[in-house]
């Protein structure tokens, strides 16, 4: 079968599992542990593809089971890995209650080397023969650097709490972002950069697209160990006019991260 590569960015599912208890009751114990084995092998064998991603998460609240977020630079295979895992305990046990599909892209608005050289002349007043310039603007390269990659080729960082939602950009009439101009969409996005960056050390986030795969313009999924840091993230946020005018958000899903093991015993399984 011929494979599925992007010419930008990875593909990723966020998938979403309920248990049918009644079914799952009436497998004997060899079928329920065949079952469990099965999906953690799925998982287990997924995870040595290169690049090829996945974590576990038990949801607070119970809005489902089991979630899983996987990255996978080809889209045959992260397919056959989402039919696999659905039907890895058999008979219909699971049950895909939510899912949602994006990819990695990079942003049109990440700030160029002529902004902070601006920012450094204008606000700090420093001049380009300067050493303070000089390692500042080295600084600068070197983070927007990292961004760029963590964008397009993100690696899925050790977090114990995940939040996803997916957001829009409003286009309702007096708030429709994609009939701004460029430049003041790109100002708004400096000044939602500046919160974002408040967090570096507390919170991970991945913005991938999902304009013409799924029902809204982005998934966003942050990690962190403390979910402090995620309410703390989500409130700074709503004061930025980016998200005040124009940010329209879905269902919020929290997952605890754990071990395909450590997750069927949480779920009594
Ligand atoms: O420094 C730079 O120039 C890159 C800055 C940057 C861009 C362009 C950035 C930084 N984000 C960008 C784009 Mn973001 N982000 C969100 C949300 O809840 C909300 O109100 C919004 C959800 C969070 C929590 C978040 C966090 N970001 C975007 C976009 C536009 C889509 C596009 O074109 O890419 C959206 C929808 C979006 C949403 N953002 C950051 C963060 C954090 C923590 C940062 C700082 C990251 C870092 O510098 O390491």
């Known amino acids: 079968m011929e494979q599925i590569h992007a010419k930008e960015g990875w593909f990723v599912s966020h998938l979403y599992f309920q248990i049918d208890r009644a079914l799952w009751d009436v497998l004997d114990r060899d079928e329920q542990r065949r079952g469990l084995d099965r999906f953690e092998k799925v998982l287990g064998d997924f995870k040595k593809g290169k690049n090829c991603q996945a974590y576990c998460y038990s949801i607070w609240g119970l809005k489902a089971d089991i979630a899983v977020m996987l990255v996978c630079p080809e889209l045959q295979h992260l397919n056959q890995i989402e039919v696999d895992l659905a039907t890895s305990f058999g008979g219909g ?114 913005v991938t697209g999902s304009i013409g795969l799924d029902n809204w313009d982005w998934g966003v999924t942050l990690f962190a160990d403390d979910p402090f840091y995620l309410k703390k993230i989500l409130y700074d946020m709503r004061y930025d006019e980016a998200s005040a005018k124009f940010g329209e958000f879905g269902d919020f899903y929290i997952g605890l991260q754990l071990e395909p093991r450590e997750l069927f015993k949480r779920l009594r399984l």
Not at 119 to 145: A, C, H, N, W
């Open 93 to 206: 046990v699971l049950e895909t209650v939510h899912s949602f599909i994006s990819m990695s892209e990079i942003s049109e608005y990440i700030s160029q080397e002529n902004d902070y050289d601006r920012t450094l002349r204008e606000k700090e007043g420093l001049t380009p023969d300067s050493p303070v310039y000089q390692e500042k603007m080295g600084q600068f390269r070197e983070r927007i650097q990292a961004y760029i990659k963590d964008r397009l080729f993100p690696q899925l960082p050790e977090h114990r709490v995940m939040c996803f939602y997916p957001m829009n950009k409003s286009r309702v009439r007096d708030a429709n972002w994609y009939m701004l101009d460029f430049e003041e969409r790109k100002t708004y996005m400096a000044s939602h950069a500046i919160t974002g960056r408040k967090f570096q050390a507390t919170v991970k986030q991945l």
